[in-house]
Structures are given as C-alpha cells and as structure tokens.
C-alpha cells in the first residue's frame, strides 16, 4: 500500500471536520487553486495544508475558533483591503484568522496568493540572474 498524497491527506482532513471549519478549508483550497492553477499542496509538521509555488505561500491550520492561514511572507505583500488579522506582530508573517459565519473577501484573497506566487517567483528568479 502506497503512503497518501499531500493532497489525499488534505482532502482526509477536510473530511475530518464535518463543520464549518471543513467548509472554510476546502472554500480556500479552491480559492487557492483559482489564484494559481500551478499552486503545489504539500503537507507538514505532521498535519498541516501548506501551499507552495517556488516556496510556501501559505498553511491551512484548524482551530477549534479559526481556521488560520499564515502566509510565511505577508508581511511582504500588499493588503489593500486589510484580510490579515492575526500575527501582525512578526517581520515576516502575517495570517488570516476565519471564524464561524465569517465571508472573505475571495477576490482580496486571491489577490494575496497571486501576490505572495509573484513574491516567491521574483526571489526565485534573482538567484538565478
């Protein structure tokens, strides 16, 4: 038998939730995929959604609360419509806390990824120069 995907694991752990919070994962994950159709799903430190092109973009993690999504690098990005709301503190990070019943702007978020895919593909390409 062959070890799941990160993506079946994924999938696995939206089916774990049969809530609002399993909802809200799978809304973004395909959110997510609109934004970059050449997003890569991985999972990490044993059983976190993580979303990568040319480096992460951003985690999925569930709380009983919030469903979070941390985007390693956002304080970096531009945030026009003020999505981040949660772990403003840091130099580098920045997330989106998502409670119960709370809508997200999908359009803003997209924005965010398209935004942090550019980010990641600027340095990856300034190496390479």
């Known amino acids: 038998m062959t070890d799941p995907t990160p993506s079946q694991l994924i999938d696995l752990k939206i ?13 973004v994950r395909a959110l997510i995929h609109e934004a970059d159709p050449e997003v890569k799903e991985t999972w990490k430190w ?6 990568e092109h040319d480096g992460i973009l951003c985690t999925g993690e569930t709380y009983k609360a919030v469903v979070k999504l941390t985007f390693s690098k956002g304080a970096s990005l ?52």
């Open 15 to 27: 089916e774990s939730l049969p809530d609002w919070r399993g909802e809200t994962l799978a809304r």
């Open 46 to 51: 044993r059983g976190v959604p993580v979303w």
């Open 78 to 129: 531009p945030d026009p419509k003020g999505l981040f709301n949660a772990s403003l503190e840091g130099n580098a990070r920045r997330a989106i806390d998502i409670a119960q019943g709370a809508a997200v702007d999908e359009a803003a978020f997209k924005a965010l990824i398209r935004a942090a895919v550019e980010l990641n593909t600027a340095k990856r390409t300034r190496k390479k120069g």
